[in-house]
């Protein structure tokens, strides 16, 4: 007869692991990784199930944004200033790195209670349900970045060889997705307006940032105390300079995208225990 598998509950063990947590919160990831798929899958059908346009919505938008901005800057409205390439593409590369900030943060936070129900009946890890947010908005970044691609030949732009290394560029403002989405997802537990505030501010956060728009010496020191300016021109200026034209400044965002990546992390595995009973 097969002995059963003795397992021994350690309350609070979370909190008396040290240093090692970090190996268990690893490999609980990498043990994890079938399930992220799937609610990948589950939540991006969801989406797209009864759309219209279906995929189409991941280029649709950023494609709108960029000729409302062409229409104000043509009319007089806005002065959005001279760019070193087309200013579609410009703005499109933008957009790009931007939304996947933006989707990102906002379906993170409101992964916990959007599957409030699953949580409350079944123990799995609760971090999964941010990571597949995030892997939605990843999957339209990939689809976006196509759309640049495509851009460059219809503009007859010959990007510089340092495009190689966009994806590098991008993890840093990944990660801070993922941190921001860790805590606002917890929060929002607590109090469902979190996510209308999120997005809001995400929304408002787009204006004091040079996403659509090149830097200005008037507005440059809004642009500089906004960490998000370096996180979104870096991966721009890669494709446009062949250089990243503030590398002390994507450097510092960078460290505080890691700190506040992997600190948002660890309290949202110390506070895990006592999600089911806030959703």
Known sequence: MEKSKRIVYIPNRHLKLGVKVWLEMLKELKDSRELILRLFIRDFSAKYRQSFLGYLWAVFLPFMAIVTFMFLNRSGILN?????????????VGLTVWQLFSTGVVSGTNS??????????INFPRETLVFSSLAQSLFEFIIKT????????????VPFWTIVF?????????????????????????FRDTISAVA????????????LYPKTEISSFFFKMNPLTALVSAPRDLIIYGYIKEPVDFFLASILAILLFLVSWRVFHITEPKIPERV
């Open 80 to 92: 959005i200033g001279k760019t070193d390439v087309p200013y579609p593409l410009f703005a499109l």
């Open 112 to 121: 916990l209670v959007r599957a409030g129900g699953m949580i409350t009946k």
């Open 166 to 190: 966009f994806p590098l560029a991008v993890l840093p403002i990944l990660l801070l997705t993922l941190g921001l989405s860790f805590i606002f997802a917890l929060v929002n537990c607590l």
């Open 200 to 211: 809001l501010i995400a929304n408002f956060l787009l204006f004091l940032t040079p996403v």
């Open 146 to 157: 196509l759309l640049i691609v495509i851009s460059f030949f219809i503009f007859k732009f």
